[in-house]
């Protein structure tokens, strides 16, 4: 069983930075995505960026240019640089860890608790 352990939410100031990071278990790697969700109250777990063990990388519109998602596959851990922070990102950051063809190896972490206000 994978386990994601997630680290870096917090308070921040709309423009400021937060970098967050998930260190998963295990070993192996080297056929799953990595990615963070983020979900606010009231509203679905959205995709904000996933990257490949190839560093392909993928993100929400809303997010580039400001966010950046990195691997370290030695690790077995992936971080999320997120600059200029909005209000509305105001959400519940998950850490999701999924296999490219078997679906049922897919594994979230707990969350960690990122709050953009003055």
């Known amino acids: 069983q994978v386990q994601l352990v997630e680290s870096g939410g917090g308070l921040v100031q709309p423009g400021g930075s937060l970098r967050l990071s998930c260190a998963a278990s295990?070993?192996?790697?080297?056929?799953?995505?990595m990615g963070w969700y983020r979900q606010a109250p009231g509203k679905q777990r959205d995709l904000v960026a996933s990257?490949?063990?190839?560093?392909?990388?993928n993100y929400v519109d809303s997010v580039k240019g400001r966010f950046t998602i990195s691997r370290d596959n030695a690790k077995n851990m992936v971080t999320l640089q997120m600059n200029s922070l909005k209000p509305e990102e105001t959400a519940v950051y998950y850490c999701?860890?999924?296999?490219?063809?078997?679906?049922?190896?897919?594994?979230w972490g707990k969350g960690t608790l990122v709050t953009v206000s003055s």
């Open positions: 999701n860890v999924r296999h490219v063809f078997i679906q049922r190896r897919d594994y």
């Open positions: 295990g070993s192996g790697f080297s056929n799953y995505v």
């Open positions: 990257i490949t063990s190839g560093g392909n990388t």
